[in-house]
Each structure stands twice: as C-alpha cells, then as structure tokens.
C-alpha cells in the first residue's frame, strides 16, 4: 500500500525548455498528483502516491540530467551550519547540506591535545585549572 508524499528533487533547470522537459517526465507517471517547480532553487516538488527512488529514476532517464533527492534542510536545524561537509557554497539561501547524508564527511574529531588544552579549564572538570 502506497501513501502520499511529497517527494523533493534537485536537477537543473537553466531554460524553459528544460522545466517544460523536467515538469513532462514525471507528469505522466502513474501516482502523480502535481508537480512544482521552483527553477531558481533547482528544485521539484512531486506530489502523489509514488516512491521517490522511481521518481527519480524517470526522471534521470527521461531528461538525461543529474538527478538527486533534495540533499538541503534549512540551516536552522543543524547543530553546525558552517561545518566542513554540512556548509555548501550552492546550496540555496537559508539552506545547508544535509548532515546525515552519506556523501558527507562528518564534523571531524577532535584530536587527544585539543581535548587536554579545552578541558583544563573547563568547569566540568574538577582537576581544572583555577586562574580566575
């Protein structure tokens, strides 16, 4: 049983022609209830009773461009927007690239000196170091 969901994209649009090309590769699928289009954002919006990963497909073959599920969340949500791996460059405004994607390398550890140094004089530990 299929329920209805909203599933975003992101493939680039540079012309008309490729949102008319974009908009007719999916429209026709079966489930489909509407397609939104937001051409400055690279980004689709299907609506309907389909699963994401076929939409996708279709839509990859039918036009011949990358095609990937919407990778950003607005940068609000992520404990570190500006982190290497979560900050990207292209993303659209307000957005930032997903943390738990795959693809992204997560926030680097922090090395046994770093963590000795920080930890003197945390307050947390009760071995700090009392200057103040």
């Known amino acids: 049983m299929m329920i209805q ?3 975003e994209i992101k493939v680039k649009m540079d012309c008309e022609g ?3 090309k974009v908009r007719r590769s999916v429209e026709g699928m079966k489930g489909v209830s509407s397609v939104t289009l937001e ?3 690279h980004k689709v919006t299907v609506v309907g ?3 994401p990963n076929k939409v996708v497909a279709r ?3 039918r ?9 950003y969340v607005p940068y609000d949500v992520v404990a570190h927007p500006y982190a290497a ?3 990207d460059k292209k993303a659209p405004s307000g957005y930032v690239r997903r943390a738990d994607d795959p693809g992204v390398s997560q926030l680097a550890r922090a090395s046994s000196t ?3 140094y920080t930890t003197a004089f945390s307050d947390e530990n009760p071995a700090a170091c009392v200057v103040m």
């Open 5 to 7: 969901r909203s599933v």
């Open 18 to 20: 490729c949102e008319r």
């Open 39 to 41: 051409p400055k954002a």
């Open 49 to 51: 009773y389909v699963d």
């Open 59 to 61: 839509m990859a073959h």
């Open 63 to 71: 036009t011949g461009k990358k095609v990937e599920l919407w990778p």
């Open 85 to 87: 791996g979560v900050y």
């Open 114 to 116: 770093e963590v000795r």
